[in-house]
């Protein structure tokens, strides 16, 4: 073979070699990010210098200064530390305004739009037939807007806005700190006879609002009709839906509704309907907190907003770009009457009315501005900081403690479904598919693997199972006797029975007593699914008086305490409170109370299932976390708010792994997320469960389970137990799919979910779908 | 499924918020999947499917329908831009749009295996056959043949087989699915929906005139609403039209064609206004409705499960406003379409349902041993699968293993398969035993010839007997044992009963429980194969029937027959009903106790059995009574049809008088708490 060939062949096969060994490469494809990861941090931001022309200064306070333009009601917070300006409201001009041809003109504006865009309050009423209206304190003709300083402090200003049209006082307190802005409206100083109208108060709806539409001079047409959309901020919204989710900045083609978060869930008894039903739609995970925030850039400028009082009565709102407004804005809705359907005959005849009186609260709500990327007050401007900074807060105001740890590997935990009950020839039937005795075996089993820090909650032990138990007492059927149980609670494990106090059905008891009403006198009802009088032991359940609740959680745990268990596990009124509107009505507020003490009377380790933030205090563990958003479609990226928030207050426990979610990825999120993995199980196959409203237990046998349980709680302790008792400072995205996590004490724990080894900047390799625990 | 479909139809109705609480929550689906339980009840199982990708930045604009071409892209009909796009959902950008001046409402969209784009333009008239660099080649306008006629045209889906054939879904064309060759000549409907009348219709043909027929609004067939070809070239097609219609649930509306047009799966569940049809390289189909709900057949048209919602006021993955195509990618991910929000969401299989699509693949490949294996698998994931059982079943059933086969199809109720299982087993233990009970015969037969030898002078025959006749010495026994005389001679033994020589009031009431316990026996302790869900039984009812019809009859028998010059009393008509009960609780027992033994090929027998026992028993009562009453027969049969006017009457007015209880009982309680209140001076 002559050389010339050889000089085109060497290199081709060379090349064809590099191909074909490069090829696994390049036909797995790249990691490609949902909306259920982290994503890279946003680009970086640029902004413009703060024009202080026009604006009032008030106030300096620590490294902020505040000032305000009393023509727009705007008020405006100078961060010095990194030079950033946040406005209350956009602060635009009115195009009518403005002389100037060259400047463009804002699209979309009309007199009302200028004042919501500008406006610090805006109120939402109801017209005489019941139609919801808005105004804002900035609207010309319609209110009157004053600030006063309060006692000479110039860091204590009060906004008094009389809205004239709808005849309506208000005054919203205004104190210029160190950490940001706090705003009060009190209860007494709405006044007027609009007031029994007040259908919500917005708080700064447009603060922090992205996007914008501007039109320029069109010289051929001598009219501003050439829209440019303003450039696009690189930022996200942070909101606490599930474990918290991001909203990035974006121009949605698609034609979107706002996002409504109702804090603590929907209050059924005050809803529109008595009549609730459950859909084939998975129900939305309602925010557990009053917490939500904005970031702009990548950790340049943040702000996380929570409300310390009126949290039951709020809403957190996401409003994208829409037909009505350029805008992307969130902001804090506060709730003052609602309407609802009121039946007047047995054909459910009805009509909808508002309540006669408005609900009477104080809202107080904080704003705190984050700078940086956290290197000096560890608080960097992102969901991170956004949540340390909030955690910090909750521990300043002992809704958190700092838990002390003792046991050197996490927990597990494990619930067991005793029985249920299913329809038989007469009545109903108890199906048991785990009993005491067999509870004991498999907690034997368990513990033999090695795994000790074991809790466990025992589902449906009394007679008639998870259906038919009454929430009241521990009468045990036929899954053991109460010396077998006395044996069980005796075991080398926290062990409790596990308990819905809130979701109550006939089979149980009398409902006409015992169930709260709605606002118009009914009993609240929820039709299930696939409820069906003729197949089903019941077709609905009702919700329980917040009372009678507390006082059944009472009762059961002293029974238990008496059995030896020393602990409880509640359900139900955990993630939802309930008012009654019977003979004596129990408002939300008080209803939250009513929870709050009879948990706070328990001289036992409380386990709760998904508790409201209201709860956190007296939460020793906290089950079934949220691992996910609800994944609505304007949710870009999935983070860990919540567990960096609970982190080192309590034990988290994630959801049911063997019910899907023990998959590679579900474990490294598990890591990644710092919660601890549990199981639902039973002894009998979970068959059995067919024909009862335990039906959606669909593979519960420890048998099959054996093997799994090991190896995922093996892998989580691995990683997990290293960072127990240590302080969750900070989570940084480093690749698509790839994170880290560092804790205080130098430990750091790398998570890889792609089908690559990532090798970090420090040079750490994580394998492909694994993790590296650095530093400890 | 028609459970769930009505329980929709409700929400829809009230427009009742969906709350609830989601206790088996743990990944990051945004609706139920639904699957057949045991019983066939619906029941809730881990998702099937989970979102994926959201797709929100196309700028599309009510997009009608999408489809993946050979390319590996997605095609998408973006009708409102008037557009068709090529997307590549792997690197998320738009590679290729088909724009043409022809376009005006390019709505359907079919992309061959060789790249030819057919776009079903409704507006424009037309089907436009576009190659994959977007060149016009060819476009099929109103077909000219005179047997289309003045037929509407106006296509708005379109298929095409391997052949080059276009199947066309055009508006107002109610004759079917139009199909064309590949050179645009009419080649006739390929399909056709029958009309099928309601009651309500079928009276109107009955009793109307020509005129009232004539103003009647035209019963026309169901239209089709879309129509696919897989890559064999196979037609399937939904069909429009909710099944909340009158009896409009019983129409195919999820077909597969075979060449002659006609549907080979049969009536299949389906719901909701179905949009949109697809089918995978296994031949798995998927369907969906407007209102989001998806739902997954095997090749053979059974129903797998089903999930996706309607999003009530919010925009979540997975909820959709109006759900109009679905399609499916090579790798098993479904893409799916929505036309009033304008997006497409995505999502991939788990493994739940790789696991169960496998097992299907191995059972229809005859591999059975491989599928129950795969089946286990599932039934890991889930142990409530009945089609895990079933699949396990049949595979053991193919395999010979009877009763590991019997045993699932017991779990998953599926009684037509128990009953061949069973049929097989009961032959073998027939075929193993046969030696046996021949043997046991062949003795039997010994042992009496020889009794018959030893026993000439019918000693022991006689002392036997005489011992077997004691207990009728007890004239209990002997009232009771009365009712088989009665059986064989009713007018002698009735007209002995009436003299009062025979039969006894205790004795009847024995004869009248018996008749109860063989009755319930027969209701509730049937066998597997015969026995309807006991769980679905309302108990009470039964009791309460039984007794409520026997008791109403002897009732106002005695009020008709005392005005009428019956010679019967209250006492005497319960006695003859009770002694007519004999055959009829005989062949309920025999009936209960042969359902163990018996499959469903052999069921004819048992009823006939059953109907000989009523009629007899039947027969028994009238003659009894006739006997009673000293009636002729005449007048006998007159009586005991006024006796079932009068018992219906009596019903009516206890129905009234239960419906306006509950109003009566509430207007007691308002007076009571009325006075309660202001005795008590409470608020």
Redesign the interface.
Known sequence: MSSTWNKVLIPLAAVLLLFCAGLPFVVR?QYAS???DTKLPPERAEYTAFDPEGLEKLADAGPLSFYYRESRNVLTVVDNRNGYTWKTGLDLPANDELTDPETPREDKMNALYHALYNSLVTVEYYDSSNNVKTTASAAKGDAVARLATIDGDPAHRRLDVEFTKINLQLSVHIYLTETGLRFEIRDEEITGEGQSRLAAIQIAPYMGASGGQKLYYNAETGAYDLPVHNPAVPGYIFIPDGCGALMRF????????R??GRVYG?D?AS???Y??????????KEPLMPVFGMAYGDRQAAFVGYASSGDEYMEIIVSPESGQSFYTNAYPRFVYNTQYYHVYNRQNDGYFKLTADRRHYDVVMHYQFLAGDGQSDGLAADYTGMARAYRAYLLETGVLQKAQTTAASIPLQVDFVMADS?????GNQEVVTTTAAQAMDMIESIQNMGITHLSVGLMGAQSGGITGGKPWQLGFGNTGSKSDYRKLLAMDADISFRQDYL?INATQMSMTDNSARHLSGQLVR?????G?E???PISETYYARPDKSAGWLYKQAEAAKALGAESVTVD?ITGMAVSDYG?NPIRLSEAIRIYQEALSSLDMKVNLSKPNQYLWQYTDRFL?TPM???????ETDTVPFLQMVLNGSMEVCG???N???Y?RADILRMIDYNVYPSF?LTYE???L???TQS???????YS?YEPIIKSVYGETNQALSVVRGREWIGREVLAPGVVVNRYDGGVSIFINYTGDVFTAPDGTEVAAEGYRVRGA | MH??SI??F??VL?G?????????????????T?TV???D???????AYL????I?????NAPEEITFGPDGFLYIADTGNRRVLAYDP?RNTVVFELTSEEFRSPRGLYVTLNGDIYVADSQSAAVFRFDREGTLLQTYRRPVENSYGDTAYNPYRVAVDRGGSLYIVSEGVYNGIIQLSGNGEFLGYFAVNKTTLNFFQRMQQLFFTREQKANLQANVPLTFSNVYADKKGMIYSVTMGSSFGLGSQWIERVKKHNTAGQNMLGLIPAAGELTGIATDAQGIIYTCDKRG?IIVYTPDGEYIFD?????????????YTELISITVADDGTLWTCDNK???LQSYTP???TKNTFHAIDLFTQGQYTASREAWTEVL??????VLAHNGIGKAYLYEQDYENALLHFQ?AGNRTQYSDAFWELRNDILQRNLTYVLLVVLLLIGFFYALKIFDRKQRLRTAVVQAARIPLSVSFVANLVFVFHVARHPFDAYDDMKRGHKGSLPAAILLYGLFFLSFMAFM?GKAFIMQV????????ALVIGFFAITGLFAFCNHLVTSINDGEGRFKTICMTFAYATGPVTIALLAYTGLTYVITTNEIFLLNFMLGAGATWSLLLLVLGLQELHGYSFGTNMKSLLITLFFMLIVTVVLLILMLLWDQIIQFAQAVGKELFASVFNL?
């Open positions: 494809a949902t909306a259920r974006s121009a949605h083609t698609a034609n979107l509704r996002y409504v929907n059924v809803g529109t309907y009549i609730l039903r459950e859909g084939s739609a998975v129900p939305v299913k329809k038989s020839i007469i979701n929820l039709m299930l699914d696939l069906d003729n197949t089903t139900g003979r079934d996910f958003t609800s994944s609505y479609i304007m959801p049911y792994a019910l899907s979610f998959t639902i196959p979970s068959y469960l067919a024909a039906s959606d237990f669909y593979s519960t046998e099959l | 459970k769930r329980l929709l409700i929400a009230f009742v918020m969906a709350v609830g609480s989601a206790r088996a929550e743990a990944g990051y689906y945004t609706s139920y639904y339980g045991v019983n009840s619906m029941i809730r199982t881990q998702s979102p994926d990708k959201t929100t930045d196309l700028s599309l792997g709900g999930f996706g919602a309607f999003g009530e006021d919010m925009d979540i993955a997975g909820l929000k304008a997006y788990t493994e739940f890991r994931l889930n142990q409530m699968s779990v509730l869900n006991i769980e679905s039984i309302d108990t009470r608020e």
